[in-house]
């Protein structure tokens, strides 16, 4: 995830000799001499530089293995001119140059004819990475003994000029046979893999991780860590990727592509530790966030020519630092707070956030030349067999810690899963034995009952008893909570309530509040209803949905949810029922049905529909969108003395 101009660096394979600007292919027929050496220089631009005639003995001499800069010519951008002479031998065989570096992009012209470039001049913005090159001379050259002169007209462009070295400025350039210069060209790009295995390695390992963790995610979509964390892994993959493919990119691509990604990275990786850490989107949460956003755009500042090159990285390096800071002091005030996950989150969050920090603040003191080194944080650990360097092994530590935190939290989750499905189909067997499957016979009374229970268990439950006299005795009420607990204070309902010879609504729901109080710790709401054989109606309410009468919902006094106050009493409302008059009793799935717009149904569709049979209000208020049990009850009045007439 940093800019990398100086490939050449990585190619010290060669020991640059000492000399003018002369090199000889002649002196003992040598196949082929290095280049390396001093070189003709001149700053500016004229195209009779090239011509085989010009004379450039008053130029200076410079090297040929270190930039302009440091030559005497600091801060020196545009254009500037080599030039050496070659001697080659009598003889037929073709020859080659190979320069192994230089910046930004240049003209190669022998015997004042042009054979290669690398680059774009301006007005191109675009410049590339500096790579190794090989140039044919022409054939010319085979007619010898002969001395050709070598031009090289090169731009450096300003936006680099600051503290990127200019010209030629790695050792190993050469001249000589054509086969033996190609192939060690070949050996050079062997070099260069051989330089990218640990950043290949580590890509083929984030991506395989990060599609991982997005399998994960696949098997649970709840879980949002896993695909956050897949983000992260992919961002750093696709970066690590991109390191590879460097000298093939421009470097304003490269840029952007680099810096998208560290955006990307940060922002999911303030989400995962986020949604791992259960914090909340504040201040400081969106204030990283949209910081870490404005690092991909950063490099437009460049482009665009509003700043230079070390302002919009260093603004880049600041937009991060917000997301950094933010994950580890949450991590670390989390981890004094002795939660587990962030215990366990601490050390590879520290390793990778701790050296991106320190390494942002360094970034920033090179970008404005207040230190030398661009990767004095980055040493390489090991040489052999392939070079390892400690941004390697901060990067292998993350995401191994990671993937094992991943792997553990999903192995918990899918035990957790296990437990509850045990526990739902638990309490799915009990709240089918306290449902009644064969309605009770009422005679004088046509009931019809319906429940449909929701994806999770709930605690819905009636009770229909009756009596010797010809009574009814009617509960309907709703348990708070869910699963298997939910059903077991179903059950103690159903128990209290056959332990009771009492039918009287008040003190039918005081008994069971006395029961509950202290057992369940939630509360319980519960209608109760003692109608007469005559349609006498008495009514007591603990805080439930008051039942319909004819389509209009019946007034009575609400007491106290069961559960809650042990000396809770509860009042009691009398009605007289006529021939042919319709309740329905319902739970609260009714009301709460929600659509996927998220409209409640509400209690005027309910009392719209109250008339119904029950089974149609049941079907309606889940054709609207189910979010709890249904239950509804629905009773019509038909005395002996109506049925006989």
């Avoid at 192994?100 to 042009?114: E, H, K, M, P």
């Avoid at 880049?316 to 989390?334: E, F, K, N, T």
């Avoid at 990067?395 to 035990?415: K, N, P």
């Avoid at 008339?611 to 239950?631: K, L, R, V």
């Amino acid at each position: 995830m940093r800019r990398i101009l100086l490939l050449g660096l990585l190619l010290p394979l060669f020991v640059p000799t000492s000399g003018a600007q002369s090199f000889s292919v002649s002196n003992d027929r040598q196949p082929v001499v290095s280049l390396d050496g001093l070189w003709r220089f001149h700053p500016g631009d004229n195209p009779a530089w090239a011509g085989p005639g010009f004379d450039d003995s008053a130029w200076p001499r410079i090297r040929s293995d270190e930039g302009w800069n440091k030559q005497g010519y600091p801060g020196l951008s545009g254009y500037a001119w080599y030039r050496f002479q070659l001697q080659v031998p009598d003889g037929s065989q073709s020859l080659s140059l190979l320069l192994t570096g230089i910046l930004t992009s240049y003209r190669v012209y022998a015997d004042g004819r042009l054979i290669g470039a690398y680059g774009d001049f301006p007005p191109q913005r675009f410049d590339m990475q500096a790579k190794p090159q090989v140039y044919d001379l022409p054939d010319t050259s085979r007619r010898g003994p002969r001395v050709i002169p070598i031009a090289i007209r090169v731009w450096h462009d300003p936006l680099w000029a600051y503290y990127v070295p200019g010209g030629a400025f790695t050792p190993g350039n050469l001249a000589g046979n054509s086969t033996l210069i190609h192939n060690r060209l070949i050996l050079i790009d062997l070099a260069i893999l051989h330089q990218g295995v640990n950043i290949y390695t580590f890509s083929t390992l984030a991506a395989l991780f990060g599609l991982l963790a997005l399998g994960l995610f696949f098997l649970n979509r709840s879980d949002r860590e896993f695909l956050w964390f897949a983000l992260v892994l992919l961002a750093l993959g696709v970066d690590s990727a991109t390191r590879l493919a460097f000298v093939f990119l421009p470097v304003e691509v490269f840029d952007l592509i680099d810096g998208s990604m560290v955006a990307l990275f940060s922002i999911a990786a303030l989400l995962f530790f986020r949604r791992v850490l259960r914090m909340r989107r504040g201040f400081w949460w969106w204030l990283a966030t949209g910081a870490a956003f404005l690092n991909a755009p950063s490099v437009f500042l460049y482009w665009s020519g509003l700043t230079s090159v070390p302002v919009s990285g260093a603004f880049g390096i600041l937009c991060l630092l917000p997301s950094q800071l933010w994950i580890l002091v949450v991590l670390l005030r989390a981890a004094v707070r002795k939660d587990a996950d962030a215990r366990l989150l601490l050390f590879p969050a520290f390793v990778m956030f701790g050296y991106n920090l320190a390494d942002s603040l360094t970034g920033i003191a090179y970008q404005f030349g207040w230190q030398k080194r661009s990767f004095h944080l980055n040493p390489i650990l090991l040489h052999h067999p392939f070079p390892f360097s400690l941004l390697d092994l901060v990067d292998f530590v993350f995401a191994f810690s990671m993937m094992a935190f991943l792997i553990r939290r999903f192995s918990l989750a899918r035990r957790e899963e296990q437990r509850l499905a045990g526990e739902f189909e638990a309490a799915r067997t009990v709240q089918s034995l306290l449902i009644p499957a064969v309605p009770a016979v009422t005679p004088g009374f046509n009931v019809e009952s319906i429940y449909l229970p929701a994806a999770e268990v709930g605690g819905d439950f009636f009770h229909i008893l009756p009596g010797a006299d010809g009574s009814l005795l009617i509960l309907v009420g709703d348990v708070s909570g869910k699963g298997l607990k939910a059903a077991m204070t179903v059950s103690a309902i159903v128990g209290a309530l056959r332990d009771n010879g009492n039918r009287r609504p008040a003190q039918v729901l005081a008994h069971l509040n006395r029961v509950l109080c202290g057992q369940v710790s939630g509360f319980v709401t519960c209608c109760a209803t003692l109608i007469a054989k005559d349609g006498a109606m008495i009514l007591a309410n603990a805080g439930h949905l008051a039942p319909y009468r004819n389509g209009e919902e019946i007034q009575v006094d609400n007491g106290l949810p069961l559960g809650i106050a042990p000396d809770a009493a509860y009042t009691e409302s009398t009605i007289h029922l006529a021939p042919g008059d319709a309740l329905t009793f319902l739970s609260d799935g009714v009301v709460e049905a929600q659509s996927a717009a998220g409209e409640l149904f509400g209690f005027d569709r309910t009392r719209a529909i109250s008339t119904q049979s029950a089974e149609s209000i049941a079907a309606a208020a889940q054709q609207f969108g189910q979010e709890d049990d249904i239950t509804v009850l629905t009773l019509t009045f038909v005395p002996a003395e109506v049925l006989h007439a």
